[in-house]
């Protein structure tokens, strides 16, 4: 497996650790629908959060800057297929965290309900 693939499998795991530290139940990892993937879902009181998990080994790019229009509207198609597969009855909302450094060493930032989806035109 690739170098980068091991980072990002570390930084979901960190992250799914972390979540799960802060009260939130992991309902599913690496959820795909067609080519669009969530990182974790996961719920915490009436909330379901679709986080996306942005890992980075050092400070040199701002992981944030990864997380554009098309990819929110990718994580949106998605969750929107989650909600309606599963018809549960939470608020869905869109985080963000972002783990920089190594397994050693690492700062982890949670943006609760990061972003808005953008919506569709026709």
Known sequence: MAEHNDTGNWG????????????????????????????????????????????????????????DKRKMSRLASAADSFMRTYRLPFAPQFDVITVIGTRNQYELEHFEDAFRPPLRTR
């Open 12 to 67: 979901e795991k960190t992250a799914c650790d972390y979540l799960t530290s802060k009260g939130y139940a992991i309902v599913d990892t690496n959820f795909r629908v067609g080519h669009n993937e969530i990182d974790i879902i996961a719920t915490k009181g009436n909330s379901i959060c679709f986080v996306e998990v942005k890992t980075r080994m050092t400070h040199f790019a701002d992981p944030l800057e990864a997380i």
